[in-house]
Structure formats: structure tokens, C-alpha cells
């Protein structure tokens, strides 16, 4: 063949393919890559967290906290592939936490049930309470006569409200997962029992600060009552005692009420006279006795159809039997109306009403007696008003005043008395108010210094012969609290110097110090008391015991020692000096004491 016809030969011709595929061939990688992202595009849509959180298979009252990787995640949210970290928390629930590899498509963990958390809640009752209930807002429970309980409850806070027989108090807890919590109830009561010396009487118990009352028959107890001061009042007839008492911690209070009595014989001439007591509550019909009276001024009226009534004043004795007897005087309406006039002109308002009464039974509802009865009760009530205003007693006269108005109401006397007098009692009223405010604070100091006095006895009685040597006190202006250590120092710091043997501060008010000091022929001991009176006064109490150191000999090797006399007992000396030793001891000490509150009051 020839050189210019010869074909291509097969080499030649596969590269001339293969350069006229190559761009199909980008093309189809081109199109295969959009194709990939896009379908790993679609797919990472479908790639979603999807959960749903339950409480104990209940909704929480509000969302949990949610976290994917850390970050704040929710249900339905795109989430990228790999491994992650998913958890959810909540404030009343246990932790969920969990490791997972995400690929595409939907992750699904479905309902999450939450573990409710929980801790434990000790409750310690004593005494017994007859009801402790728990409240929290997913928890409630009652116990009854119980001393406490350990509960497992669910995380919260919980008001723990106790009641015993007569009061009651209210707690707070807080219960953390997985901790304990404690709530002690310790309230502090006493005891009380009460009798009276005869049956029927009943009492009101209460107490000065709180809701304590109680009432009933006589005799009785009471346990469980809270610490205070209370008001008994106890009531048989109509006649009232008064008693107040002190419940303190762990006592057993007796109180015993006791009664008085003494009777009385009424005979009138005729017999049948009603008997009526001074509020006009009939007793009985003569001849009457009558027993269990309390002692004291009786007044009763003897009072018969068609006669006169008489009144009856005797004074009852204790365990005696009184006697009164009298005529009753006949009258009709007539005379009695014209008594009753000439009591009422005269100002004798009592007796005008008493006749206006007595022409009343004759003639009920008479308009003139009627109006006499009226206007004498309320002049009688008038002129008592003015009496017990002379006499200072104001309240009295406001009471009398009240009823004349109630018998008198449009008088205007009554009316300009009555605003006078509340005026003026409560004047009185202020001044008894401080007068009993000073009164208990002199009796507090009263009080308060007989302490300290016989607190520095009892601890002198600790040392020979103390009750021989007289007791001396000073006053000071600072406080207890400072004084104590000032005199403390003093008397350890200033020679002679004392060996401080006991220092207490009772309090912040009081203090007590007993030192030690050796002299040449002895010992001298010391005991001070400090209490605080007022804000501004201390008082301080103290005593100086000198003791003087027999002679003695050892004899038989130590085996015996005897007390001896030397020439300086016998010519004086050693007595001589033991007198310089006591008159020595109390100034000293009282120059420390000085020294001591001087420093204090200058350092205030």
C-alpha cells in the first residue's frame, strides 16, 4: 500500500474517542455530584429530633430543659450527623442523659417518662402531737397521735402544721433529691388541776397572751397547756373568785377554790312575804332560810300583796346562821302614790320609786305611778352618778348615768354629767396606767436586788464562818456585761493580786466572780454578785470572808497534828492582826471594785 493512502491505525482512533467523551464524562460526574448533594440536602430535612417529656406519665406543669450537645434542643428540630450527647432536666425530676450516632431519617425516642425526684422529710414530735399534717403542692398527709414520722416525698417546699390539746404551730421545709430534712416540734407545757371546796362550780381558764380558753365544771385538769400566765376565774351562785397563776415548763399547778358561806332565817309577821334578793330575783316565801349565802352585807326585800315592802340588811358570817324578823305595814295605792310624791319633792329618789312600785302592784300600769317609777329610778341613778363623782369614782358614775338615761333620756343634765365624766375617767385611767407601770417597775428592782443578795449568800455559805461577816453593795452606771470583766481584772491584775478561783456571766444582765487571796496569817476569800436594775444601774453585792490559819505541830512523824499556842496568842497579837486582816479585807475589795467600774464607765 501506498505511503499516502495508509489508514489510522487502532490506537490513534481510541484517543480520538476518548477526546470526544471526556466532556461527557465531566459532564456525568457533574451531574452525578449536584445529584448527591441534592439528595443529601432532602435527606438532612428529613433528619429531625422528635421526643415528648412526661412527669410520672403526667405533663409537667411547665417545659423541661432540653439539650443537644449542650445546646438547647426541642422536638422536630434538625439535628446534624454523628455521634451526640442528648439530655433533659427539669427542676422536680431526675436527669436523662443518653449517647447516640445520628444518620439520615427521623430520630425517634418516643415519650420520655421523667423519674419524679424525691428526698426525705423527718419529722420529730415531744410530746405527742394529736395531729401533724404535711402540706406541700403535690403532697398531703395527716398523722394523729403521733410523735413524727420519716417520709419519702417529692422534692418541694412543705409547711408541717402541728396541733396539740391546746395550741399549735406551723413549720417550714425544704425537701432537696436525694437529702434529708428534719423539722423538731418541741413546744413547752405544764400541767394544772383545779378543785373547789364545794360542787356546782364551774371556771373559765385563759391565758393573758394566746387563744387558751377553757371552761367547765369543777374539779378538772389540764395537761398540755402552753408556758404564760393565766386568769382563772371560778363561779358557784353567782359568787366569782379570781386567781392568777403561772404555767411553767414541766409543773403540775394545784389550784384549790375554796368557798365561804353563812344563812339566814326571814320570818315576817304575816307569813307569805316574798323574799327578793338585790337584783329582785325571789329567794322563796317566809319564813325562809337560806344557806351557802357568801359572807358580807345582804340586802333583800320582804315584799307581800297589800302591805308595805320592807327591806332587810343583814351581815352574813362565815359558818354562822343570821336571823331577822319584822312586821309587814298594810298600805294601798292612795298612800303610796302620795309617799312616793313626797319622797320624789323631798330628793329621795329611792324611796319614791320604792312607792311608785308598791301603788303599782296595787294599780298595774298606772300612767302617773308609772311616771314617778320612771323619773325617780332615773334621779336616783343621777344623784349616785354625782356621789360616786365626789368620791373619784368616775366609772361608777358613767354606769349610773347610762341608766338614768335609759329612765331619763332626753335630760340634758344627764347628757352634759355623762361626756364630763368619761372624760374624766379616762384621766384617771392614764394616771393609774403609769402609777401601776412604776409600781411593777420597783417591784421588778425590789425583786431584782433581792436575787443578787441572796446569790452572794448561797455562794458564801461555801466557806467557814461566812455568815459572820456583813455583806456590802455599790452602784454603778454601766452595764453588768461591761463591769464583770473589768472587775475580774482588777482584782487578778492589782497587787495584791487575788487568785480568781470561779467567773461566770450568768447572763448578759448578771455576773458572779469568787476569788482567792493569801495573807500572812491566812486566806482571805471573796464573793461578788453584779446585776443589772435599770439600763442605766448595776448593782453590785459583794462580801469579804477572812480566815486566819490555826498554829499546828506535827507529831509522830505526821501521824498526828495538834494545834498549838504560841506567845503571840497568848499576849494578842495574832488576834491583833487577824482584826487589821478583816479591816484590811472590805476596803480593798471595795477599792478594786471602784477601780473597775471607774475604767468601764470612762471606756464607754
Same mark, same amino acid.
Given at each position: 500500500?501506498?505511503?499516502?493512502?495508509?489508514?489510522?491505525?487502532?490506537?490513534?482512533?481510541?484517543?480520538?474517542?476518548?477526546?470526544?467523551?471526556?466532556?461527557?464524562?465531566?459532564?456525568?460526574?457533574?451531574?452525578?455530584?449536584?445529584?448527591?448533594?441534592?439528595?443529601?440536602?432532602?435527606? =438532612?430535612?428529613?433528619?429531625?429530633?422528635?421526643?415528648?417529656?412526661?412527669?410520672?406519665?403526667? =405533663?409537667?406543669?411547665?417545659?423541661?430543659?432540653?439539650?443537644?450537645?449542650?445546646?438547647?434542643?426541642?422536638?422536630?428540630?434538625?439535628?446534624?450527623?454523628?455521634?451526640?450527647?442528648?439530655?433533659?432536666?427539669?427542676?422536680?425530676?431526675?436527669?436523662?442523659?443518653?449517647?447516640?450516632?445520628?444518620?439520615?431519617?427521623?430520630?425517634?425516642?418516643?415519650?420520655?417518662?421523667?423519674?419524679?425526684?424525691?428526698?426525705?422529710?423527718?419529722?420529730?414530735?415531744?410530746?405527742?402531737?394529736?395531729?401533724?399534717?404535711?402540706?406541700?403542692?403535690?403532697?398531703?398527709?395527716?398523722?394523729?397521735?403521733?410523735?413524727?414520722?420519716?417520709?419519702?416525698?417529692?422534692?418541694?417546699?412543705?409547711?408541717?402544721?402541728?396541733?396539740?390539746?391546746?395550741?399549735? &404551730?406551723?413549720?417550714?421545709?425544704?425537701?432537696?433529691?436525694?437529702?434529708?430534712?428534719?423539722?423538731?416540734?418541741?413546744?413547752?407545757?405544764?400541767?394544772?388541776?383545779?378543785?373547789?371546796?364545794?360542787?356546782?362550780?364551774?371556771?373559765?381558764?385563759?391565758?393573758?397572751?394566746?387563744?387558751?380558753?377553757?371552761?367547765?365544771?369543777?374539779?378538772?385538769?389540764?395537761?398540755?397547756?402552753?408556758?404564760?400566765?393565766?386568769?382563772?376565774?371560778?363561779?358557784?351562785?353567782?359568787?366569782?373568785?379570781?386567781?392568777?397563776?403561772?404555767?411553767?415548763?414541766?409543773?403540775?399547778?394545784?389550784?384549790?377554790?375554796?368557798?365561804?358561806?353563812? #344563812?339566814?332565817?326571814?320570818?315576817?309577821?304575816?307569813?307569805?312575804?316574798?323574799?327578793?334578793?338585790?337584783?329582785?330575783?325571789?329567794?322563796?316565801?317566809?319564813?325562809?332560810?337560806?344557806?351557802?349565802?357568801?359572807?358580807?352585807?345582804?340586802?333583800?326585800?320582804?315584799?307581800?300583796?297589800?302591805?308595805?315592802?320592807?327591806?332587810?340588811?343583814?351581815?352574813?358570817?362565815?359558818?354562822?346562821?343570821?336571823?331577822?324578823?319584822?312586821?309587814?305595814?298594810? *298600805?294601798?295605792?292612795?298612800?303610796?302614790?302620795?309617799?312616793?310624791?313626797?319622797?320624789?319633792?323631798?330628793?329621795?329618789?329611792?324611796?319614791?320609786?320604792?312607792?311608785?312600785?308598791?301603788?303599782?302592784?296595787?294599780?298595774?300600769?298606772?300612767?302617773?305611778?308609772?311616771?314617778? =317609777?320612771?323619773? #325617780? =329610778?332615773?334621779?336616783?341613778?343621777?344623784?349616785?352618778?354625782?356621789?360616786?363623782?365626789?368620791?373619784?369614782?368616775?366609772?361608777?358614775?358613767?354606769?349610773?348615768?347610762?341608766?338614768?338615761?335609759?329612765?331619763?333620756?332626753?335630760?340634758?343634765?344627764?347628757?352634759?354629767?355623762? +361626756?364630763?365624766?368619761?372624760?374624766?375617767?379616762?384621766?384617771?385611767?392614764?394616771?393609774?396606767?403609769?402609777?401601776?407601770?412604776?409600781? *411593777?417597775?420597783?417591784?421588778?428592782?425590789?425583786? *431584782?436586788?433581792?436575787?443578787?443578795?441572796?446569790?452572794?449568800?448561797?455562794?458564801?455559805?461555801?466557806? #467557814?464562818?461566812?455568815?459572820?461577816?456583813?455583806?456590802?453593795?455599790?452602784?454603778?452606771?454601766?452595764? +453588768?456585761?461591761?463591769?464583770?470583766? #473589768?472587775?475580774?481584772?482588777?482584782?487578778?491584775?492589782?497587787?495584791?493580786?487575788?487568785?480568781?478561783?470561779?467567773?461566770?456571766?450568768?447572763?448578759?444582765?448578771?455576773?458572779?466572780?469568787?476569788?482567792?487571796?493569801?495573807?500572812?496569817?491566812?486566806?482571805?476569800?471573796?464573793?461578788?454578785?453584779?446585776?443589772?436594775?435599770?439600763?442605766?444601774?448595776?448593782?453590785?453585792?459583794?462580801?469579804?470572808?477572812?480566815?486566819?490559819?490555826?498554829?499546828?505541830?506535827?507529831?509522830?512523824?505526821?501521824?498526828? &497534828?495538834?494545834?498549838? %499556842? %504560841?506567845?503571840?496568842?497568848?499576849?494578842?497579837?495574832?488576834?491583833?492582826?487577824?482584826?487589821?486582816?478583816?479591816?484590811?479585807?472590805?476596803?480593798?475589795?471595795?477599792?478594786?471594785?471602784?477601780?473597775?467600774?471607774?475604767?468601764?464607765?470612762?471606756?464607754?
Amino acid at each position: 500500500m501506498e505511503k499516502g493512502n495508509r489508514l489510522p491505525l487502532p490506537e490513534n482512533r481510541l484517543r480520538r474517542s476518548l477526546r470526544i467523551l471526556r466532556p461527557l464524562f465531566w459532564w456525568l460526574i457533574l451531574v452525578l455530584v449536584l445529584y448527591g448533594i441534592r439528595t443529601h440536602q432532602r435527606l =438532612m430535612e428529613q433528619t429531625r429530633l422528635h421526643f415528648a417529656v412526661t412527669l410520672e406519665g403526667q =405533663m409537667p406543669d411547665y417545659d423541661a430543659a432540653a439539650t443537644f450537645d449542650a445546646k438547647p434542643a426541642f422536638s422536630g428540630q434538625l439535628i446534624s450527623l454523628g455521634s451526640h450527647t442528648f439530655a433533659i432536666r427539669h427542676p422536680k425530676a431526675e436527669s436523662f442523659s443518653t449517647n447516640l450516632f445520628t444518620w439520615y431519617g427521623g430520630n425517634n425516642f418516643g415519650t420520655i417518662d421523667l423519674k419524679r425526684a424525691k428526698g426525705t422529710l423527718v419529722i420529730q414530735s415531744s410530746p405527742r402531737a394529736a395531729q401533724i399534717t404535711i402540706r406541700g403542692p403535690e403532697y398531703i398527709k395527716t398523722l394523729t397521735n403521733t410523735s413524727g414520722a420519716t417520709l419519702v416525698v417529692p422534692t418541694d417546699r412543705y409547711e408541717i402544721e402541728s396541733r396539740h390539746a391546746f395550741s399549735g &404551730q406551723r413549720d417550714d421545709a425544704v425537701v432537696s433529691a436525694n437529702g434529708t430534712s428534719f423539722v423538731r416540734i418541741a413546744p413547752q407545757f405544764g400541767t394544772v388541776t383545779i378543785a373547789s371546796s364545794h360542787p356546782n362550780t364551774s371556771f373559765r381558764l385563759a391565758a393573758k397572751r394566746g387563744d387558751v380558753r377553757v371552761n367547765g365544771e369543777l374539779p378538772t385538769g389540764f395537761g398540755e397547756l402552753p408556758i404564760g400566765e393565766y386568769e382563772l376565774t371560778a363561779e358557784r351562785r353567782g359568787e366569782l373568785q379570781n386567781k392568777t397563776l403561772w404555767i411553767g415548763t414541766g409543773q403540775t399547778n394545784e389550784i384549790f377554790v375554796k368557798y365561804e358561806y353563812g #344563812a339566814v332565817t326571814l320570818e315576817t309577821d304575816p307569813e307569805g312575804a316574798t323574799v327578793l334578793d338585790r337584783d329582785n330575783r325571789p329567794q322563796g316565801i317566809t319564813p325562809l332560810t337560806l344557806l351557802e349565802l357568801s359572807a358580807g352585807n345582804r340586802q333583800f326585800t320582804l315584799d307581800r300583796d297589800g302591805f308595805e315592802s320592807t327591806v332587810a340588811l343583814v351581815n352574813i358570817v362565815a359558818d354562822q346562821t343570821n336571823h331577822f324578823a319584822t312586821n309587814l305595814l298594810s *298600805r294601798d295605792y292612795i298612800a303610796a302614790l302620795r309617799a312616793g310624791q313626797n319622797y320624789f319633792a323631798s330628793g329621795h329618789y329611792d324611796e319614791a320609786a320604792e312607792a311608785a312600785s308598791e301603788a303599782l302592784k296595787q294599780k298595774p300600769g298606772d300612767p302617773p305611778a308609772a311616771t314617778m =317609777m320612771r323619773d #325617780a =329610778m332615773g334621779f336616783s341613778h343621777l344623784a349616785r352618778a354625782r356621789k360616786n363623782s365626789d368620791q373619784g369614782n368616775f366609772q361608777a358614775g358613767i354606769t349610773e348615768l347610762k341608766a338614768a338615761l335609759e329612765s331619763i333620756p332626753e335630760n340634758a343634765q344627764a347628757k352634759l354629767l355623762l +361626756a364630763d365624766y368619761k372624760a374624766r375617767q379616762q384621766e384617771v385611767e392614764e394616771k393609774e396606767a403609769g402609777r401601776l407601770a412604776e409600781q *411593777r417597775a420597783a417591784e421588778a428592782r425590789r425583786t *431584782r436586788t433581792t436575787e443578787l443578795r441572796s446569790r452572794v449568800n448561797s455562794l458564801s455559805r461555801a466557806f #467557814a464562818g461566812a455568815d459572820s461577816f456583813v455583806q456590802h453593795e455599790l452602784i454603778a452606771t454601766n452595764t +453588768a456585761k461591761a463591769i464583770g470583766p #473589768a472587775i475580774q481584772a482588777a482584782m487578778r491584775d492589782v497587787p495584791p493580786v487575788f487568785e480568781i478561783t470561779d467567773y461566770s456571766s450568768v447572763d448578759q444582765d448578771r455576773f458572779e466572780l469568787k476569788a482567792g487571796q493569801k495573807v500572812p496569817d491566812g486566806f482571805r476569800h471573796c464573793v461578788v454578785v453584779g446585776g443589772q436594775l435599770s439600763v442605766k444601774e448595776t448593782l453590785i453585792c459583794f462580801k469579804v470572808i477572812e480566815f486566819q490559819t490555826p498554829h499546828s505541830a506535827s507529831l509522830l512523824g505526821g501521824l498526828v &497534828q495538834a494545834q498549838v %499556842t %504560841t506567845e503571840s496568842d497568848r499576849n494578842g497579837e495574832r488576834a491583833a492582826r487577824f482584826q487589821a486582816q478583816v479591816e484590811e479585807g472590805v476596803p480593798m475589795v471595795a477599792d478594786r471594785i471602784r477601780r473597775a467600774i471607774g475604767q468601764s464607765e470612762s471606756s464607754r
